[in-house]
């Protein structure tokens, strides 16, 4: 009995753990770090940091021009007005791969492996440091769910998040990619904000700090997570009036999560000074940017080139949820509605609202933790209802959406899922099958990124 008790009660962690071994599974049989398929696209941004401070020993990156040294490297800078080199991305995502590199880089100069920093065993520590933070990540995803619902409850939120979604894809196939490691480090925050919540301990304050550095270096507007923070557990009016004076009491943890922040923004900022002779910086000053009239919050839903949840259908249950937080967890509803529609506003009104290539709308991945919960919420409305014609059903769903999220997954690893040009007729177009019809691609159509940097309609016939 106390056994069956023990496994009852970690049920969601064995899930989690036979998620990760699965995600280990597929890894190990697709080896892209034998194929060099890891340092790719944006990877090659987030990465690049470590190679040219640790190995080139040139961060201003000059040594590209004339480099006739031994070494093969790929580095993608963009020119600053000033001339200089510097690299789209924030170095966020150096800060998480850094560990993995350096045991790559120590393997790679004691074996015939080229130390350049882009042979296989760079690649696969980035592999690595990916499954770390994936299953960090399910861990706190538990105890996060287990603090408000029942083991059954958590585990098939874990599975609807981990496994169904593009979490999954994304944590086995392009593991390079920041989305998984923000699920894990968001997650992180979410957990230690309820604990300082409910004790302000100096460690989770300054882990909070941590956090938020962590979270907003890696992809800067994911700084907005820290709405949750701030208006989590607000049930009332009244709560909601007196949450400042609660903040100027506890003046000196505020202050020390922005210290924690600062430091670690200042080798950023650092960076920035040095190469373009200001502490801050916008690279992506060649056009992109936030069209806040006109988010795209129905298409990045609902579209079939790269909707949410289209391609990630069980997470409607989370959006259901939003609605039901307030008669059990209410002191979750504010916070976690806030959050989410802030974020999903500032993100779909970002000129490229279907994400680049992704699959699905691939930004969304970062908050899963948050969206967990009223994952859990919901369900746990569900199963508390007698009225079986309503309940029955809904698990009927569940289950079905639930598997069209895994043969989503199946159909993009086998290229019948197009990263950016999938239309209706593409998407429906031998749907069964995981792979492509000899049709397919001729259902495709490609976006116009120049119109949509401009503000225009990607297929529309204007030109201005």
């Not at 770090?33 to 790719?40: L, R």
């Not at 907005?224 to 009332?236: D, E, Q, R």
Request: net charge positive; glycine share 6%.
């Amino acid at each position: 009995m106390n056994r069956f008790k023990f496994l009852k009660l970690n049920f969601p962690y064995i899930v989690s753990f036979l998620i990760v071994l699965l995600s280990i599974n597929i890894t190990n049989n697709v080896h892209s770090w034998k194929n060099k398929q890891v340092i790719q696209w944006d990877v090659i941004s987030y990465y690049g940091y470590l190679p040219a401070a640790f190995i080139y020993n040139d961060i201003t990156l000059k040594f590209i021009d004339n480099y006739s040294g031994p070494h093969q490297f790929e580095m993608w800078p963009k020119e600053a007005p000033n001339g200089s080199k510097v690299f789209v991305t924030s170095m966020g995502m150096s800060f998480l791969y850094a560990p993995f590199f350096f045991a790559a880089h120590y393997y790679a100069l004691n074996s015939e492996y080229d130390a350049g920093g882009y042979s296989e065993p760079y690649h696969l520590a980035i592999i690595i440091s990916a499954i770390f933070y994936f299953a960090l990540g399910l861990f706190f995803l538990c105890k996060l769910l287990l603090q408000y619902f029942n083991p059954f409850i958590s585990s098939l939120v874990v599975v609807i998040t981990a496994a169904s979604s593009n979490l999954f894809y994304y944590a086995t196939f392009e593991q390079g990619m920041s989305h998984t490691f923000s699920f894990a480090l968001i997650t992180l925050f979410v957990w230690f904000t309820i604990k300082w919540y409910d004790k302000q301990k100096y460690i989770y304050t300054i882990l909070l700090g941590i956090l938020i550095g962590l979270i907003s270096l890696v992809r800067p507007t994911n700084i907005l997570v820290s709405l949750f923070f701030i208006f989590f557990g607000i049930k009332s009016w009244r709560a909601l009036i007196n949450r400042g004076n609660f903040f100027l009491s506890r003046y000196k943890h505020l202050a020390l999560i922005l210290f924690f922040w600062f430091i670690i923004w200042f080798p950023q900022f650092l960076y920035w000074k040095l190469l373009t002779g200001s502490f801050f910086y916008n690279s992506y000053a060649d056009g992109s940017q936030f069209f806040f009239n006109d988010p795209k919050i129905i298409n990045g839903f609902f579209s079939y080139r790269n909707g949410w949840l289209v391609y990630s259908p069980a997470m409607i249950f989370s959006v259901l949820g939003m609605f039901i937080l307030w008669k059990k967890q209410k002191e979750l509803q504010l916070p976690l509605a806030i959050t989410f529609l802030v974020f999903i506003y500032v993100s779909y009104s970002w000129w490229c609202w279907w994400s680049g290539g992704a699959f699905g709308n691939r930004f969304m991945i970062d908050i899963y933790g948050l969206l967990a919960l009223s994952s859990g919420a919901f369900f746990t409305y569900i199963s508390s209802l007698k009225l079986k014609w309503i309940k029955y059903p809904v698990v009927i769903v569940a289950f079905i959406l639930v598997l069209a999220g895994v043969h989503h997954i199946n159909k993009r690893r086998n290229f019948s899922i197009h990263w950016d040009s999938m239309t209706k007729e593409a998407f429906w177009d031998s749907y069964l099958d995981k792979k492509p019809s000899p049709e397919f691609e001729s259902k495709l159509r490609a976006p116009d990124y120049s119109k949509a940097l401009m503000g225009i309609d990607e297929y529309s016939n204007k030109t201005n």
